[in-house]
């Protein structure tokens, strides 16, 4: 079992940074996979990033490639999500997921994930 807090959202202007962190609760947190997802009011929930248990493996969303960077301290059982250069669009609800093994070809989806954090809003001012 695997509980997931994330925390460090708030309202940022255009251009402007946000971290997010995602606080895991579990002893087997370093063997999960993790992700972020975000859903915007009136859209599907969709991928941004995820990163492997060992953090040498990561993927983005086209989106947000270059922009954002996914990190994980597996001593602090928490995983981050830095976010440069916001744009209005990355307006969200943002989510950490877990899930046991990390698949390159799958990890954008949603469907893959055993765990989900409350979310934590991301509103970005134009």
């Known amino acids: 079992q695997v509980l997931l807090v994330e925390s460090g959202g708030g309202l940022v202007q255009a251009g402007g940074s946000l971290r997010l962190s995602c606080a895991a609760s579990?002893?087997?947190?370093?063997?999960?996979?993790m992700g972020w997802f975000r859903q915007a009011p009136g859209k599907e929930r969709e991928f941004v990033t995820a990163i492997s248990w060992t953090g040498g493996s990561t993927r983005y969303a086209d989106s947000v490639k270059g922009r954002f960077t996914i990190s994980r301290d597996n001593a602090k059982n928490t995983v981050y999500l830095q976010m440069n250069s916001q744009k209005h669009e990355d307006t969200a609800v943002y989510y950490c997921?877990?899930?046991?093994?990390?698949?390159?070809?799958?990890?954008?989806?949603?469907?893959?994930?055993?765990?989900w954090g409350q979310g934590t809003q991301v509103t970005v001012s134009s």
């Open positions: 997921a877990a899930r046991p093994y990390y698949n390159d070809a799958d990890v954008p989806s949603r469907y893959r994930y055993d765990y």
């Open positions: 579990g002893r087997t947190f370093s063997t999960y996979a």
